[in-house]
């Protein structure tokens, strides 16, 4: 079963304690559709500059992704710079150029529209709506966002919410939208605003979902040493819903299920920058690494 992907496809420059990278490919709809594609076809929506080569699409497209809906416009594509302190927790944006994302305006396939699990990847809420009117299939909806959204497009997201069935939050993300300091308070708040589910990412200390009808927490993978932890979220999201989509079903035991995939995909995506890792792998290497999780949280 495909999913739609709506998101950025960007190129970034990270500095870490350890090491840099200039332009890497990036983009929160890329580290969705590596992470997805591992379990189901993904098919992406975004638009790119003329700068971004036709070899980053054809990688894609070799994972099994869709790009034919990816427009590619006049000018620069998304561009992203940061730098990580040692503790992997604290990021501090260096430049962020929007480019030709500053106009975007998304254009659903047709073919793509009747695709009945769609994740709408962090962007401006209006963008975000737009695309998901466009999805007359949709059956299971997911979205993420970010701190900006809720302090300058907080009406938006918060129609955005009624309409999806899970959205993905960092713990700073719901204390935001919600005023609470207790999360599992703030969890509850958020699932009053709409949603069937939300996910509360956690960084290295792993993440909660939280329902209104499951309630499970689960760890980290023990990743040996983090290399870039730029995408984690996203790929997190593409674990988890392409789980969901491969399998057809979004009961409790499957949500609990996808949590371990999300956190799979993720691990493997802190251990190299941009893609280099989670490109490099194939789904048996998920599927041992989920073995191994599944063998820790089990009684």
Known sequence: MTVVAVGTLAFDSIETPYDRREDALGGSATYFAYAASFF?????????GKDFGAGHLADLQKRGVD??????AD???????????????????????????????????????TSPYVFLANAAPDIQMK?????????????????????????????????????VLNDEEARLLTGERHLLRAARKV????????VLKKGEHGAFLIGRDVHFALPAY?????IDPTGAGDSFAGGFLGYLASVRNTDPRTLRRAMLYGTVTASYCVEGFSVERIGAIDRSKVESRFNELFSLVSL
Not at 222 to 226: A, F, G, I, L, T
């Open 191 to 198: 699932l009053e605003l709409g949603p069937r589910f939300v």
């Open 40 to 48: 189901t076809p993904v098919q992406l929506v975004g638009v790119v």
């Open 75 to 113: 000018g620069k594509s998304f561009r992203w710079s940061g730098r990580y302190e040692a503790d992997w927790n604290t990021r501090h944006t260096l430049d962020t150029q929007l480019n030709v994302f500053e106009h975007f305006d998304p254009k659903v396939p047709g073919d793509y529209r």
């Open 222 to 226: 023990p990743v040996d040493e983090v």
């Open 67 to 72: 790009t034919a809906g990816v427009e590619v």
């Open 131 to 167: 695309a998901l009117a466009q999805c007359t299939g949709a059956r299971f909806t997911m979205a993420d966002t970010m701190n900006l959204w809720i302090d300058i497009a907080r009406d938006g997201l918060l129609e955005l919410l009624r309409k999806v069935d899970g959205v």
